[in-house]
């Protein structure tokens, strides 16, 4: 369980894709005619240990590409003060070709991270997106912009390298170990939260191959929102937020949702329909639970 909550923040989540680099590289498979990028995917997959029962498994993510990184970035001043919140999205814009290009991707949230020393907050960050992030930056020769410069003492600076330190909370370890670890989907939707919405992580590198990587951007996105409302019920669990304070993280969300979609961002209404979905049997449940209690009372009478 993590101690504290620092006054910069970011929830976030990672995508990513089989390399077709990688593929070249190590199984020979070109980018180029009579090739393609699924054949190059198949041949990562096939060098990962892919077997009749599992076509696409889980590869190193060595392997892999990073194609988007969204987050909820949370400011506070000081203790008392409300927080601001805000959704950042790289690449920004799927239509930049540019931007979409993984090194630039990669400098993007290195140097936003090594800037403003936020305390990053993930599901199995520690197995996953980290790993691929750090992975992927050497891979393409990026510097990591302060996010890999760790102090003498952990106590005396950020260090996001440090085990159980502050500056990386990682939800699925607290949640769980080994079979006992619930998937995010399952972590939120039964606290109300909205899980995965039509797309899971699986669906990534067939929507990329038949270039849907906008549609790629607003999953992440919703894993995002996921991602820091589970956070704060956590933090609440954890007396790190009160009562108050965990009712007001959970409308700061909801004004941010609603700012989104005004802004353009339309398919971050499919999350706050399905926030008040499991929100309303949630009520019910709660109702059910009360209803049974007055009638073992009435049965004890």
Known sequence: MFKSIQPRLFSFDVEWTPDPVAAEILTGVKQDPPHSFASAFRSVWDYGGASEDNLQPYIKTILCRVVSIAGIFR?????????????????????????????????????????????????????????????????????????????????????????????????ATILGKYKNTPSLHEAASLSGIPGKIHVTGDSVADMWLIGKLQQIIEYNEFDAFTTHLLWARIAHFADLLSDEEYQLEQVLVRELLEEEVDNGKEHLNEFIAEWDRLLEIKSKDLVLERQADDSELAAEE
Request: neutral net charge; glycine residues 10%; aromatic residues 8%.
């Open 75 to 171: 400011e506070q001043s000081r203790p008392g003060v409300t927080p601001t919140l805000k959704l950042i999205t790289i690449p920004a814009d799927a239509k930049d070709v540019d931007k979409t290009k993984e090194a630039k991707i990669l400098e993007g949230f290195f140097k936003a991270v090594g800037r403003n020393q936020p305390q990053l907050v993930g599901y199995n960050t520690t197995n996953a997106d980290l790993p691929i992030l750090i992975q992927r930056a050497i891979v393409q020769g990026i510097s990591s912009s302060g996010f890999a410069k760790r102090p003498e003492k952990p106590w005396e600076g950020t260090d996001y390298f440090v085990s159980g330190g502050e500056f990386h909370v990682d939800l």
